[in-house]
Each structure stands twice: as C-alpha cells, then as structure tokens.
C-alpha cells in the first residue's frame, strides 16, 4: 500500500463527476484538477511562487526529458524534483513513454503533428530518435547528444523512483490512431506485460503508481483495458490514441464504467476547457496539458464567455493589432494578478517587442485561468449543479 | 520650476558622498540608487512585481526605443510610462541621442563594440542607420522598419513629455572617444545649443529635467560643460565619452567639482560595481546600466567576496559543470527570494536546459543584489564610514 491517498468528498448526483482530495506527502491536491506542466522541472517563464500565488497544486515532470537532463541521480541528491526546482508541493511524473514512442509513431505513418511535443520558445532541439521495440522495452537515441538509452518497465519505475513525484505513471506502449485492430491490441497486450513488471518493480511506498489505460478507438479493447488497470491498480491514468474529440469523450466513458469508483483517474496530456467538461462529467479527477504555457509563449490568452465560446476554444490572440489602444485587462471577470494589473494594449506591446515578460503574464494568465475554472467546477459539483454550470460554459 | 525636488539628507566627511532623496509625483528615490532599465517599457525577464519585491524604486526607460514602439501617444494613452508597465513608482527617460548616435560613431571609427546596445536575447534586430546630424537635429532610420525620424532638443522633449516619465534629459550630441579636441570641442559646442533649445521646450512642471555634460576625456572642455549645465539645470546626467576608467573618474571628479552641491548628479550608463563606489565617493547620486539583466540572461551573477572580488568584478557563470551539484545559493551571504529558495544546481540545469526561468532567476538576483549594495552604501555614508565599506569592497 501506498502513502498517497484518496478520498471523493462529494459524488454529483447527475452524472459521474465528483469532488474528491488526493493526499500525499507534499500536500493536499483538490480535485476536479488540472496540472500545469513543468517539462524539464520547469513551467516555463513561470517562477513556482507564480504558481503558488494563482492556486496552483501539482505540477508535472516529464521523466523522458529529466532523466536526459540532469539525470535522476542529480534530481536524487537534491531530495526530489518538489524539491530540486523550490515547488516543495506536490509533483506527477509520466513514464517516458509517450514522449520516446511519438517520433517512432510520426515515422511510421508518415504523420507530422500527431502528438504534443513541448520544447522551449526558441529552442530548436531535434526529438528522440526511437531505434527498437523489444519485449524488453525501448532502446532510443537522446534528442539532445544521440546517446543511446534504454527505458523499460524497471528503468522507467527506477527513474521515476529518483526524480521522487507523488504521482508516477507505470511503463506503457503507445498505439497508434491509425493502427488496425489486431495491431492495436497486440500493443495493448504489451501495455499490460509491462504495467505487471513496473508494479513489481515499484520499492517505494510513498508514490502512487497509476496503470495506463490503452486500446486505441476500440471499445473491447478499451474495456479490457480499464478491467486489467482496474485490477491491478489503485489509480488510473487514462493514455493511448483515439480517433477524434468525440471517439475521446466514448473511450472515457468506456473506460471510467468499468473502473472502481474510489480509484483516482487522470486524463493523461488533455486540457482543452471543452475536454475538461466533457472529462470531468464522465468521472475523470485530474488533467495535465502543455496547452496553457505553449499558448501563453505564442500571445494567446483565455476569456470567459461571451467573448469566450466553444467555437473560438475560450480563445484571443493578444498580438492582434486591434489590442493597441485596449485599457481592458485580457479577461474581464478574470481575478488574477495580471489581469488586476495590466492592460491588453501592454501586453500587446511586449509581444510586438519581444520581450519575455509577455511570455510571463499570458503563461500566468492561462493556467490561473483554468485554476479558477477547476475551482468553479469542483463548487458546482459541491452544489450539484455541474450539469448547469457545464451549460453555462458550453452553451449548451 | 519643476515639482520634483531633491534633499541632501547626510553628506560624508571624507569624501563627496552623500545620502539623498528625490521626490517625485510616483514617489521617493533614495540616493546614492541604482536604476535597472526598462529599455521598451520593461525590465527583461522580470515584472514591476519582482522589481518592487528587491526594492528597486526607479526605472529607466529608452525614448528612442519607445518612440519607435509603441510610439509616445499610445503610452500617453495609458497614463504615461509608469502606469502603461504596470509599476506605477518612478521613472526616467534618456534622451534618445545616445541611441541614434551609437552606429553613426561606430561606422566613422570602424568600431565595433564600443557603446552599450540593448536587445532581447533572441531578437536579432539591426540597428538604427544614422543619415545625417545637422544643426537642427538627427535625421535617422528606425532598426525595425527603416522608416526616416527626426530626433531634435524639441520633439525629444515632446516624446519624453507624452511618455511621462518623472526624470527626463535634455537631448545632446555624442562625441566619440577618438574625437581630437578641436572635434571633442565642437560636438559640446552643439550639445550646448541643443541643451539650451531643450530647456527651452519643456512645458510640463512635474518632471525634472537633466542636462548632459559632455567634453570627451578633456578637462578644460568637462569644466565648461560642467559649468554650463550648472548654470542652466536644477540637475545634471554625466554623458559622453571617456577613455579608460581611470579617466571616467577623473572625468566624474572634474565634473561634480563644478556643480551646485544641492543638484542631483546621475551617471549615465554606468553601473560596474567599482564603478558605483569610485562615483559614489566623487558625488554621484544615481546610476543606470543594463549589465544586471543582460548578465542575467547569459547567466553571469554577482556574488559577494571573498569569492567576488575586483579582479572577476564579483561575478560567476552559472553555467560551469562544477555547478551541477551545488546545493548552495547563487551568493551565499544574498538575502533576496532567489538566493532563499534556489540552489546554484538548480539555476545550472535551467540554463542548460534553455528555460526562461533561468533568466528571470539570475536577473532578478543580480538587480536585488545591487539594490542591496546601494542600501548598504547609503547605510555606510549615514554611519560615516563610507570609506571603509568601500575598502572592504574594494580590497583597497
């Protein structure tokens, strides 16, 4: 058993969304959530007290990219990585899969922008090169020096044992959106080899150790899938490939009816506003998404409705020139620092400008924006009046 | 007369240091100060939150850059400088000569690194072409888009009158260091007119204009120029070239030795930590440079002795290897939020990993340091023992 805990608080009566509080040893995470992503120990052009300051409570870590750079054993000495970057609160890492399995994926299928790929503003770094697939697991090449390495069940739990997040995520293959059945399901039979060898290779008993659903777009296989977490796992994270935003809300639904209630489960790398509605009414307790800080480095900025719409994804574009001469703030029911302290036409200046503080204040403003959306959601579903508030939001 | 006042608070005994303040409409400035420069209406990689946490209380901003973008009546729109950024305390403008002249010199001495240039660490912007210096003014052509301005004594006191700043300067020519005295004497000559025609043109009460000394590394040119401003300003900015350092304190000693006691003296574009003492004690009251943030950015950060000295200018690169693991602070003996929450190990892999964070980290230390050190010079000069601290700063 683990020292990381979780308890639902309220059950909405209409649908499968509920408020719950996972517990672990760097402090309270009050769920509905979502988690900022600090890719290399980092949520870029954000400092943790900014993350503090906006009600922040879990950041997390890319294990792929941390154990590249600096390593585990230097995250190890330094107690952690809540402690190494001076969050001190608590932290998730993945398992390094998804990231040294998405170039492999592109490859095969000649597809360029199949999955999210988080890279610094101006960096122009290559990505992993992926060498082989063995029962084993992945041998890869860095996409930072072409080192060779290998990730594994044993190595990635090990890793993930150093890098010392509350939340860790059991070693999975990823399927891809355009594999048939049978080749979906004989990476699903692979996922589930390797999730009984990453349980038995966890030795720490103060993380919570999520299996990974998968199966693709197939509803057996999904099932299947939820049954064999279900089974083995005290949480759940919610992985793989799906065929379109609605073949997403099914395989959620799908996966979520045959998962036991008391169990925490995270919707791994989603964090549209919509796929939060949609995840959270279909019992899904945790999110993570770079979209917040990526969109933030390009200008583009959250805002409620009426401005705001399903349509537009809740979206503006601040180096529009018609911001100039803007006094407004970038939302206008929007309580966070920046939209308390400054001007639409300013933050337009520093983008025209270049200047790294605008890359600050939209980042800001857009995961304040979905803090403050998580915390409306979790007092809807206090009230039991989600359904009434997912309207309100959705229009629908 | 203009609403901005200053007050010599304690003068020292042995040397011409003194403790000041500056009363401006945004609020008060203690001198000796050191101004971090805002050059487009933002400290890079910091907010006027960072700004005021160290305790900075003044920022200088770049009227030529401003000019260019986002243009003076847009930030007049907005209330003027210190509230289109959102910092609300005081602020200074420069005149916009030094900008415009700094290619023009270049290209006639075939020189290439010899003035100050600002610029966002990944902007590769050209500079502005200077097209001809007449007794009017200086034509020119903007480094973003080519398009032809006329800076004149009049229209940069206009555009410092509408971006509002609390200190402005009047506008000068810039001799080169290389110029013969014949030269050196006819560009004073010019700056002297100028300097008159800006006075001249002001209009508003509430900003305290300063009039730039000039006269190359010549005394008998500084003593006039000194003498002129004197007569003319309630207050002077010491401007132009010089040859060596040892010559920009004689230059600074010639200089305050001809100015009314009670005027405040500020020394543009210097900020050097030796620097800041040697004009200190020859009666400099304020100091500006971009060095704290550009060295912030490249990851370059001041410490204390005895591992800062004169020699390495109190600095060290956080991105050596043997910083890898260091659990110690940037500066072990620095009281500022980065020093208190940061390991050198973490900022290391920051800056490895090419993540914002890292600049504004290392930024903001080396502006709070220097907020530190001025608050400990003006402590010292109270006491009466300015020149011991300076001593045991200087190891002389």
Known sequence: MTSVSFTIIHQDKATKARVGEIHTPHGVVQTPQFFPVGTQASVKALTPRDLRDMGAQLVLANTYHLHLRPGEDIIDEFGGVAEFMGWHGPTMTDSGGFQVFSLGVNLEHGMVKFLKEEEAVHEKEAKPRL?????????????????????????????????????????????????????????????????????AAQTRTDQLLYGVTHGGKFEDLRLQSAKFVDEHFQA???????????????????????????????????????????????????????????????????????????????????????????????????????????????????????????????????????????????EAIQDDRFTLLKKDWMGV
Chains 1, 2 share one sequence.
């Not at 996409?143 to 995520?169: F, N, T, W, Y």
């Open 131 to 199: 060498n082989k697939i063995s029962e084993e697991g992945v041998l890869f090449q860095s996409h930072l020096d072409g080192s060779s390495h290998m990730l594994s069940p044993e190595s990635s739990i090990a890793i993930q044992e150093k890098i010392g997040a509350d939340l860790i995520v059991g070693f999975d293959d990823l399927e891809s959106p355009l594999y048939d059945y049978d080749k979906t399901r004989e990476s699903l039979e692979l996922t589930e080899r390797w999730l009984t060898r990453s349980l």
């Open 236 to 378: 759940v994270a919610l992985g793989g490939a799906h065929a379109s935003k609605q073949n997403l809300y099914e395989v959620v639904d799908w996966t979520t009816s045959h998962i036991s209630l008391e169990k925490p489960r995270h919707l791994l790398g989603i964090g549209d506003i919509d796929d939060i509605f949609e995840g959270v009414e279909r019992g899904v307790d945790t999110f993570d998404c770079v979209t917040p800080t990526r969109l933030g480095r390009m200008g583009v900025f959250f805002v409620h409705g009426p401005t705001g719409t399903k349509e537009n994804r809740w979206r503006q574009d601040i180096t529009k020139a018609d911001y100039t001469h803007s006094h407004e703030p970038l939302d206008a029911t929007c309580s966070c620092m920046v939209c308390k302290t400054y001007t639409r036409g300013y933050i337009h200046h520093l983008f025209r400008a270049h200047e790294l503080e605008g890359y600050t204040l939209v980042s800001y403003h857009n995961i304040a924006f979905l803090m403050n959306l998580m915390k409306e959601i979790r």
